[in-house]
């Protein structure tokens, strides 16, 4: 490209280089070029190779699910099922319990958390401790959360109790620092002066991020907390531990065994009856029906970020 | 809200204790009491603790360049933003497929397809030690194990990579083509090295996750749980921390669970130190 050709836009750096290379009136030699080609070629083979296995394992779980996507899947348990038939319905409301009462304990708390650490913490000595705990908690692996539920609750209950909330306290452990960074990195987004603004009419402090910092943040807000559960809804190893596993419905929290569609998927190929095909396919439609759940979560979020945009735009 | 950055505080003090009261008998308890047969604490989490840090250095190793290629392909070599977005979105969704479906897709998808890899590995490269003995006949070995995790860990270390490339100072990348630099040679002189400690923090993130992966492993892995060994493709493959715990917790009772508990604590203390590590390189990077 010519110096007159880009008179007309702004140069980028691309075309710096091109004009280098006219001055100089001679290109990269060609063990340069070839060594450049190579680089690009590794590139695109490293997006391949990350693409390969996600496009395998949505390809399994589809050819392999729809075998036994069918309507029998949604209305039966494992309940006295030892072959053919079968379904996910116990596992299916167990997650949903789970996961809401995650929720409800995580959410508010990972938010007032944030709401603490942006608007009231500032550089005081608890907001430290609370960003640093955080960060730990982030690194606790998912099964060592599993384990300290467990700890907690044969301490309150005595040994071997397993239940549905102490699933959801488990993972309740994992989602906590989720919600917490992802609300603080929204609240900080809301622009100062509108603060000021509210603060300078005369508005007290909790009114000002009641009226003016929430509804400005609600929909980042509310992406953050879709991602945490669309985190926690595939968690297997703590529900594995504490919640258990049934072949019957279970809508209590507080007592008994609860299926969870993740753990299901497991039971389903670690303790297979005699007709192996059976189980295998269930898994898969296990599977298929987590993952569609999953996508679901992730689209849903996505469709929320044009507003966090715009806050960006403002600051 | 005070109350509740204390509670989230407490929550995390609260694992710590209930770990140590439930697992603290274990580091005292002797032989009898502990699963696998084991003669004291440390004889049962020495191999394990080799396999979990043997399984998450194989997927480091096999998730380490890719992540790189991802990201420079989201940054600096993204033929337009869009491009960069979506790929951003393929990795969001790698990232949110639950473990347990990599475990189920890792054995009975990757494995069998690996056996004839591993038999042609064992034929050619038998005199290395990775490589001797018998091939697995199922597949299930420590280096599918790998590679499953690393399939797992990939999307995150890409996504820290790609921050740190995104910061480099575009006039240094300008400088660097109107050296007349080629594209690669741009990258290789201003891009990688100002992003170093962002893909050292990147690859320790990733090293956290994978230590404390456990589904994919404990369903693919056929292992056994006091062997150290560094055959990559035999049949008996060493266990990991997480593994042997998903494994064994369902039918333990008294003291078995509290070694379990304390197999927790260890996993839990080797996880946290990685990103400790993780962590001051990336301020290092920052504060420079």
């Known amino acids: ?86 379904g996910l319905l116990h596992a299916l409301v167990g997650t949903l319990l789970v996961t809401g009462a995650t929720a409800l304990i995580a959410i508010p708390l990972g938010l007032a958390a944030a709401i603490y650490l942006t608007e009231y913490g500032g550089q005081r000595k608890l907001a430290g401790i609370t960003r640093r705990a955080v960060d730990i908690m982030v690194s606790i692996p998912s099964i060592v959360a599993g384990l300290a539920a467990y700890a907690l609750f044969s301490l309150l209950l005595g040994p071997g109790t397993r239940s549905g909330l102490a699933g959801a306290v488990a993972l309740a452990m994992i989602m906590i620092p989720v919600v917490v960074r992802s609300s603080e990195e929204v609240l900080r987004l809301v622009p100062g002066d509108l603060r000021e603004a509210g603060l300078a009419l005369g508005s007290p402090r909790w009114r000002v991020i009641r009226k003016i910092v929430l509804p400005t943040a609600l ?52 303790s297979k009856g005699l007709d192996t095909a059976a189980y295998d396919q269930r898994a898969w439609a296990g599977a298929l029906v987590l993952m569609a759940v999953v996508v679901v979560l992730q689209l849903a979020a996505r469709a929320l970020p044009p507003q966090i945009a715009k806050l960006r735009r403002n600051r | 809200m005070r109350a509740a950055a204390v509670a989230v505080s407490l929550v995390l003090v609260g694992v710590l204790v209930f770990l140590a009261v439930k697992g603290s008998p274990a580091f005292t308890a002797g032989a009898g009491e502990l699963p696998a047969h084991a003669a004291n604490f440390w004889a049962l989490a020495g191999p394990l603790a080799f396999g979990s840090l043997w399984v998450a250095v194989i997927a480091l190793v096999f998730a380490a360049l890719p992540a790189i290629g991802v990201a420079l392909a989201a940054t600096i070599y993204a033929p337009s933003p869009r491009f960069g977005r979506f790929l951003g979105a393929v990795l969001d969704l790698l990232a949110a497929v639950p473990s347990v479906v990599f475990g189920l897709w890792g054995l009975m998808v990757l494995a069998p397809a690996m056996v004839p890899i591993y038999e042609w590995l064992h034929r050619y ?43 480099t100072p575009p006039a240094l990348i300008e400088a660097a083509y109107a050296l007349g630099a080629t594209r690669w040679e741009m990258v290789r002189t201003a891009v990688l090295p100002v992003a170093r400690s962002g893909i050292v923090a990147g690859g320790m993130l990733g090293l956290g996750r994978a230590l404390g992966e456990t589904m994919a492993v404990a369903m693919v892995l056929s292992a056994i749980p006091d062997l150290i060994s560094v055959n990559l493709i035999s049949s008996q493959n060493p266990s990991t921390i997480a593994q042997f715990i998903a494994s064994t917790f369902p039918e333990s009772t008294g003291s078995q669970v509290s070694a379990l508990i304390a197999l927790g604590l260890v996993l839990f203390a080797i996880s946290l130190a990685v990103s400790v590590v993780g962590r001051r390189v990336a301020q290092q990077g920052v504060s420079r």
Do not use: H
């Open chain 1, 1 to 86: 490209m010519s110096v007159a050709q880009t008179l007309g836009k702004q140069p980028t750096a691309a075309d710096a280089a091109d004009a280098a290379v006219t001055l100089s009136a001679s290109r990269p030699s060609l063990a340069r070029r070839t060594k450049n080609r190579i680089a690009s070629g590794a590139v695109v083979c490293a997006v391949a190779l990350a693409a390969i296995p996600l496009a395998l394992v949505i390809w399994a779980a589809l050819t392999r699910g729809i075998e036994r996507l069918d309507l029998a899947l949604f209305t039966n348990s494992m309940w006295g099922v030892v072959g053919q038939g079968g």
């Open chain 1, 219 to 270: 929909p980042g807000l509310t992406a953050g907390a879709v991602l945490g559960v669309a985190r926690i809804i595939g968690e297997t190893a703590p529900l594995l531990l504490v919640a258990g596993f049934t072949d019957a419905m279970n809508y209590n929290l507080a007592e008994g065994r609860m299926a969870t569609l993740p753990v299901f998927i497991y039971t389903q190929w670690s």
């Open chain 2, 125 to 167: 490269l038998g005199w290395l030690p990775f490589f001797s003995g018998q091939p697995s006949v199922t597949g299930r070995t420590v280096l599918t194990a790998g590679m499953v995790v690393a399939v797992m860990i990939l999307p995150i270390m890409a996504a820290i990579c790609r921050e740190s490339f995104a910061l």
